[in-house]
């Protein structure tokens, strides 16, 4: 639910809320390259566990646990990007990098 209201807010703000955000969580979790933010912000708050994170899976207090990682996240990510001299300019590359160091990215 909150993840459609965020997605909502980033719709209203001409998708740049959100601006890096998917990039900036792969780094976070080191994979997911294949996956929405959504299911990257799962991949933080349950590290080692693998999907689908179905809604069976997802009981009351998971989803507490879900909700607060999102909020961290989005917390840290704004800073990250809007807090320091340049952040916003540091997410891409730091995507770029962590891509290039994985296995399947090589010839």
Same mark, same amino acid.
């Given at each position: 639910?909150?993840?459609?209201?965020?997605?909502?807010?980033?719709?209203?703000? %001409?998708?740049?809320?959100?601006?890096?955000?998917?990039?900036?969580?792969? @780094?976070?979790?080191?994979?997911?390259?294949?996956? @929405?933010?959504?299911?990257? @912000?799962?991949?933080?708050?349950?590290? %080692?566990?693998?999907?689908?994170?179905?809604?069976?899976?997802?009981?009351?207090?998971?989803?507490?646990?879900?909700?607060?990682?999102?909020?961290?996240?989005?917390?840290?990510?704004?800073?990250?990007?809007?807090?320091?001299?340049?952040?916003?300019?540091?997410?891409?590359?730091?995507?770029?990098?962590?891509?290039?160091?994985?296995?399947?990215?090589?010839?």
């Amino acid at each position: 639910m909150f993840t459609t209201y965020i997605a909502g807010f980033d719709a209203g703000s %001409g998708h740049t809320l959100l601006e890096g955000f998917r990039e900036w969580l792969i @780094v976070q979790v080191n994979g997911g390259n294949n996956l @929405v933010w959504e299911a990257l @912000v799962l991949m933080l708050a349950f590290p %080692g566990e693998t999907g689908p994170f179905s809604s069976e899976r997802m009981d009351e207090e998971r989803n507490a646990v879900a909700v607060g990682v999102l909020f961290d996240a989005l917390e840290r990510f704004l800073a990250d990007r809007d807090g320091r001299s340049g952040g916003r300019n540091m997410i891409q590359p730091a995507y770029d990098q962590w891509l290039s160091q994985q296995r399947w990215t090589q010839p």
